[in-house]
């Protein structure tokens, strides 16, 4: 199972929006109802940030908000801030049952 | 508070095997999926392996399918991971990680702190 397509690395300044892209295929995004993302800060255990394309958990700032259109989904933060900075990893279950991460994306807060 | 703490991470030469556990706490251990999945410090997240609640269901990253055997004792609240015919690649951190609900598929809302294994003559 191939990993999802991310950029390495996206960039904004505080207060922006940024939007990272995750391009997978019909066995994986596009199939599926169970797409998420993850951040991670250096060091630490990786968060949900969203779950089941577009749903936040409890305690997640809702400037993190999810899409999903056709074989690709996205995540977009707005205001960004200085605590945002962190990698980003896509995730999404195939029709295999197996699950896949994309490869990660680091975002920079300039 | 949900906890899950890794062990049995270590040194293994190549061709040897390794078992890691996850003890569990703070929630109802049988009543979630649960997984291991690793990254390569500096790199990504990959999921390695998962099993449903009642062990009915249980898949594995092609990599380490035939070599690493996933179990889980609910009695104990625990998660394990058999590896077996380690081979340097598998070197990693691991995390064991909780499941949304019960099914196999959906994604992990708590990590542990992983357990890091090194697989080197």
């Known amino acids: 199972q191939s990993a999802l397509t991310q950029p390495a690395s996206v960039s904004g300044s505080p207060g922006q929006s940024i939007t990272i892209f995750c391009t997978g295929t019909s066995s994986d995004i596009g199939g599926s109802n169970y797409v998420s993302w993850y951040q991670q800060h250096p060091g630490k255990a990786p968060k949900l940030m969203i779950f089941?394309?577009?749903n936040r958990p409890s305690g997640v700032s809702n400037r993190f908000s999810g899409f999903k259109f056709g074989n690709t989904a996205s995540l977009t933060i707005s205001g960004l801030q200085a605590e945002d900075e962190a990698d980003y990893y896509c995730?999404?279950?195939?029709?295999?049952?197996?699950?896949?991460f994309g490869g990660g994306t680091k975002l920079t807060v300039l | 508070e949900v906890r899950l703490v890794e062990s049995g991470g270590g040194l293994v030469q190549p061709g040897r095997s390794l078992r890691l556990s996850c003890a569990a706490s703070g929630f109802t251990f049988e009543d979630y999926a649960m997984h291991w999945v690793r990254q390569v410090p500096g790199k990504g997240l990959e999921w390695v392996s998962g099993i449903s609640w009642s062990s009915g269901i249980i898949n594995y990253e092609d990599s380490v399918k035939g070599r690493f055997t996933i179990s889980r004792d609910n009695a104990w609240k625990s998660l394990y991971l058999e590896m077996k015919s380690l081979r340097p690649e598998d070197s990693a951190l691991y995390y064991c990680?909780?499941?949304?609900?019960?099914?196999?598929?959906?994604?992990?809302?708590?990590w542990g702190q992983g357990t890091l294994v090194t697989v080197s003559s």
């Open positions: 995730f999404s279950s195939t029709d295999r049952s197996t699950l896949v």
């Open positions: 089941d394309v577009s």
């Open positions: 990680a909780r499941g949304l609900d019960h099914y196999a598929t959906r994604p992990f809302d708590y």
